[in-house]
DNA sequence: TCTAGTAATGGGC
DNA sequence: AGCCCATTACTAG
């Protein structure tokens, strides 16, 4: 297994300067989409798929470009409310996708932005390499270990029904967990044991149906964890039906 | 009408 | 110290 664990944002993007010339790009990139390699992570209605996406110096400098280009929300699309206050969510976040798409995030709708060149290169190769077209990407920036994102299931009503959400990881690795629904609280009624998936720079994580629909995600704080993390989920919504 | 979902908090390990 | 878990109140649909 090739841990790769990315201590600051400036190492991230600065680590493809390896002294030697061993990784040293050539010009058959094209090469590349031959030489990916998928693994599958398989349970009790979970079916993920991960591969190396793209190269150590291809996600750095695809990170690089999103600190640059990127603008996130602020305001109240940034904040939920929980308990009866309203809290700044422990991250930045920001949709882009096709023109009237939207994202239900705890009573924020959240609007997709135009697609950019930069995201629809990204979401181009995904589909190159997975056959799946998306039309949606929501985009979160977890700026250290301590920003993270708690436990849910994505939105099933928003989401076209068999469709996978493809998750690229740029920059800092950060664990991934996957909790059963009915192992989940006090009162649970089965004991599954939790999957933990190791996200790193540049790999794809496909969340193939219906891992959605029994398994609740979360990024918890890893305190150790000191790199940025910016993470986009691929999307198919459900586009909205002609009036009859 | 009833269910599910958001994140901070504090205690246990 | 870090990680995990149960608890907390209100809203949208």
Redesign the pocket.
């Known amino acids: 297994m090739d841990k790769f664990v990315i201590k600051s944002k400036r190492s991230a993007i600065e680590s493809k300067e390896t002294p030697s010339t061993k990784n040293r790009k050539t010009d058959c990139e094209t090469e590349q989409n031959k030489r990916i390699i998928w693994k599958k992570i398989n349970g009790e209605n979970l079916s993920l798929e991960h591969c190396q996406l793209f190269s150590n110096s291809e996600a750095s400098d695809l990170l690089l470009k999103c600190e640059e280009q990127l603008e996130y929300n602020t305001g109240h699309l940034a904040k939920?409310?929980?308990?009866?206050k309203w809290?700044?969510?422990?991250r930045k976040q920001v949709a882009h996708g096709d023109d009237g798409l939207s994202y239900?995030?705890?009573?924020n709708?959240i609007p997709a932005l135009p697609w950019t060149p930069l995201l629809t290169e990204i979401r181009d190769k995904i589909t190159e390499i997975t056959g799946h077209k998306f039309n949606f990407v929501l985009i979160n920036r977890y700026k250290d270990g301590c920003d993270?994102?708690?436990e849910?299931?994505d939105?099933e009503k928003e989401l076209k029904d068999g469709a996978p959400i493809a998750s690229l990881t740029l920059g800092q690795q950060r664990d991934f967990i996957f909790k059963h629904a009915d192992s989940?609280?006090?009162n649970a009624k089965r004991k599954i044991p939790?999957v933990v998936v190791e996200l790193t720079h540049g790999m794809l994580l496909m969340m193939k149906y219906p891992t959605n629909k029994y398994w609740y995600h979360s990024l918890?704080?890893?305190?150790?964890a000191l790199g940025l993390r910016i993470n986009m989920t691929f999307r198919t919504m459900v586009t909205k039906q002609p009036d009859k």
Do not use: A, L, T
Request: glycine content about 14%; some cysteine; proline content about 10%.
């Open positions: 939920v409310q929980i308990f009866g809290i700044d969510i422990p239900k995030f705890s009573g709708c993270h994102m708690g849910h299931r939105d989940r609280g006090k939790p918890p704080v890893r305190k150790k």
